[in-house]
């Protein structure tokens, strides 16, 4: 399973896709009231494999995200206690969001390409739907939707 988990590059990632960067309406709409929160252990392998465990709760998930790894590491591959937002696959981990996914769903990491010739002449909207095909989701300021 590690041929997707890059941990060096993993903070150059673009990607808002399950497993990979939390986006900031997720991490909001993961706080609203009524919303499940499960109390978790979780347990860190360095695949990026995460288990979440808490009464009738044990499930596997992936991230590809390094701190969550350093983290585990430094409690000896095991956090004892973190919340579980599962209705928006968020995990808080000491006031830390991680945005996990189920093993079959991950995804490889999205590097930044906006610089590449062939994106440079692009507007706004079309830089915007082609992040959210590509990426899982883009934030766009609302004066750069305003055409003249």
Request: aromatic share 6%.
């Amino acid at each position: 399973m590690s041929d997707n988990h890059q941990p060096p590059a993993a903070s150059s990632c673009v990607s808002y896709n399950p497993g990979h960067r939390v986006h900031w309406i997720q991490a909001k709409k993961s706080w609203e009231p009524d919303q499940p929160c499960i109390a978790v252990s979780v347990t860190v392998h360095p695949d990026g494999i995460v288990d979440l465990r808490a009464e009738d709760l044990d499930i596997t998930m992936w991230t590809h995200d390094y701190e969550l790894e350093r983290l585990g590491r430094r409690r000896g591959g095991v956090i004892a206690w973190a919340l579980w937002l599962p209705r928006f696959h968020v995990l808080k981990v000491n006031g830390t969001l991680f945005n996990l996914a189920t093993p079959e769903d991950r995804t490889p990491c999205i590097r930044d390409d906006d610089h590449l010739p062939e994106h440079v002449g692009e507007t706004a909207v079309e830089r915007a739907l082609r992040h959210a095909r590509e990426r899982g989701g883009y934030t766009v300021r609302a004066s750069e939707l305003i055409q003249e």
